[in-house]
């Protein structure tokens, strides 16, 4: 089975940075993913880590580390507009008929506050 | 492109009323996929397809059916409708290629459910 977590809600500052991180035990690993949902909206994709290290786009930046079971998404330069919820998503490591299914967390919710 | 459409934006059901949710997509996807999402639980996958005329089982099957007769439509029929199943439906689909975004996901919308 699998299983993924993250904290439920953060809390931080216009312009601050903020950390969410996204712990998880799985049967296999083949991807993870980072959506972006807003309030009342459909998850729009962020980012996607294979390999260990840290991908950088923009004012977001996404890392893993496989041997952990560990990854973080990193959110520079706050704005309002990135006031939402973050969901962590790890791929099924089978290819073939589930070559694309996910689970994924619960969701972080982050307000940013003026 | 319109990319991935679902309809109806809501419902209302009562118990033991039958319905289908409506899933399009117009970017020639192969894999398409249906989640509920509830407070506090993430998105779970209830049904999925890798192509017309093939589908599989996600986390939470039951009360739910689903058919892929064309690559664009993904129907899921609520057969005889419960109040645990009042959710947040998304449909979405992916292509089937590796990219650079891995082969992620794209969403629909959205349909609310509620049965009383």
């Known amino acids: 089975g699998q299983n993924i977590d993250q904290p439920t809600e953060m809390t931080a500052t216009e312009g601050a940075i903020v950390q969410i991180n996204c712990t998880y035990q799985?049967?296999?690993?083949?991807?993870l993913f980072w959506y972006q949902q807003h309030a009342g909206e459909a998850p729009t994709f962020l980012s996607y880590?294979?390999?260990?290290g840290l991908e950088e786009k923009g004012r977001f930046s996404s890392f893993l580390s496989r041997s952990k079971g560990y990854s973080y998404l990193l959110l520079k330069e706050l704005q309002m507009k990135d006031s939402a919820s973050y969901l962590c998503a790890v791929r099924d490591p089978k290819d073939g008929a589930a070559g694309n299914k996910l689970t994924f967390g619960g969701g972080t919710r982050v307000l940013v506050k003026p | 492109n319109a990319g991935v459409t679902q309809t109806p934006k809501f419902q209302v059901l009562k118990t033991g009323q039958s319905m289908t949710l409506q899933c399009a997509q117009d970017?020639?996807?192969?894999?398409m996929s249906w989640y509920r999402q509830d407070p506090g639980m993430g998105l779970r996958l209830i049904h999925y397809s890798v192509g017309a005329g093939i589908t599989d089982q996600g986390e939470v099957p039951n009360g739910y059916n689903v058919s892929r007769s064309t690559t664009e439509d993904f129907p899921l029929r609520l057969l005889s409708a419960a109040p645990s199943q009042t959710s947040v439906y998304f449909c979405?689909?992916?292509?089937?290629?590796?990219?650079?975004?891995?082969?992620?996901?794209?969403f629909g919308p959205g349909t609310r459910l509620l049965v009383l």
């Open positions: 799985t049967s296999g690993f083949n991807g």
């Open positions: 970017m020639n996807h192969e894999y």
């Open positions: 880590n294979v390999l260990d």
């Open positions: 979405a689909s992916s292509s089937g290629i590796r990219d650079s975004q891995g082969e992620t996901q794209y």
